[in-house]
């Protein structure tokens, strides 16, 4: 699973499908088209060429999601065996033509509408307002040509710059998804190229019209559903909630765009301009290599021996999403800070504990959480379940890549449902931790504090190579210096690292210098 940033520098608009992206409407289509169908079926003279089997998620999914009306109703039907004629729109709600049941289950729909309402989804709504916050355009692109009523009945009705809805597809004779051609009306009239344009879909149908029309990232929200089917049909990435799409602000940079510190020099002297540094770590994937198993992962002798060096020189801290008990066991040196959990839990340099009691009211939610997921994904081979003291890590690296996306589903769920957690992501692991505003960035900030470390002749350094690094990355990006550790498990993700470095070896020999120890 990979964060998902929509960047300001590359995109200037984001086009959203409106049922199940914007609005719950989509389990409203879903129950009116069963209706619609299942009748029509039931009450069909049988015939062994046809399926008359009940219209299933799948059915919908598969051959109704995302289309127009009438569209929908000829594939349907097609894949159960059954030609319609197409009629036209005078065909009375229920006639025996695609018009006409089209317009059945249009009626059920408006009725559905009226009596159940139509809600926004919040995440959705966040990420708009973001959007436009961060002077990108938006439009509604949908195949419904209930899209005004429902944005109105959502409260949305003024919230987008653009919409292309069914009545706009009729009026130009437009064809609806998979075409692309209402997705590129959209563009057109915001004035943005399909090549730096977004589309978020949850429907196939929008998904494979999105990659027909060119556009420059194509994000699947399965807001229920397995993400693998979305995935197949072309998404570039698939996100369980919007609430994990985030508008890239301007200090951040593609990872291809930072320059490596050892040959950058320059750029690292003119960020700590001659102040003592500060080093405050990530340890797994920063001073650690990555390997399969946890357990065993340990400092190496030459990186040990160079960072006791070190510490007698400068301050330096670990900040690890691991227990502060184990992080601490796997840094064993004099002098060295350490905070675990994300951050959640802090030691000075003697092991002496800090109390940072941020995460405690999370406390009986971790323990259901680590009970439900040690239930539910022990059957899962190779998925490894790890509860710190304020986080809980389910591991998926181990696991058959067809088992993947169930076990990451399964805990994003089990976070979603638990109201004192939230979700995070890092690398082949999915990360529950208190949802309260603490993170690596502001660990970082308490430590430097409780240290007594924010003398400005000191300059922070932090460094990292996670998704959850990037809190702590933002907090030195405008007083200190940041530095990535790249890995080929980020593709060219959004950082606020300052200079990158290619791996635990280069990081050393760029902290030694930086502290006047050159090896
Ligand atoms: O903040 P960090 O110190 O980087 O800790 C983040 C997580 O690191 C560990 O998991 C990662 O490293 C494992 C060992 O190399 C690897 O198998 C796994 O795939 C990585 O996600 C650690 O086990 C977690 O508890 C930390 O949260």
Redesign the pocket.
Known sequence: MVATFIDPNRHRAVLFDLDGVLTDTARLHATAWKRVFDRYLAERPSNPAEDHGPFTDADYRHHVDGKSRVDGVLDFLRARGIWLPRGDATDAPGAETAHGLGALKDEQFAAAVDEEGVEAFPDAVRLVESLHRGGIATAVVSASRNCARVLARAGLADAFDVRVDGVVAAELGLPGKPDPALLLEAARRLGAEPSRSVVVEDAEAGIAAARAGGFALVLGVARTGAPSALVEAGADVVVPSLAEVVVAASGQRRLSEVPDGLEHWDTVAARVRGRRPVLLL?????????????A??SLSVSTRTALQDLARHCPVG??????LR??RSKVRLEGVWCAGS?GFELAGPGGEPIAQRAGEAALPDLDAAEQCLSAQVAGVAGALV?R?RF?L?V????VRPEEVDHVITTAQQVGAQLPGLRVAH????V?LLPDIDWN?GRALRWLLEQAGLTDPGLVPVYA???Y??EDALQEVHDEGLGVVVLSPEHGDRLTWAHVSVAGTGPLIELLSRLAGRPR
Do not use: C
């Open positions: 990530d340890f797994d994937g920063t001073l650690a290599p990555i390997q399969e198993d946890p065993k992962v670990v900040i690890s999403g691991r227990d184990d992080v994300h790890d710190k986080s890590a591991h998926y690296r181990n890092g690398r082949k692991v990360e690596k990292g190579d996670d959850t690094d």
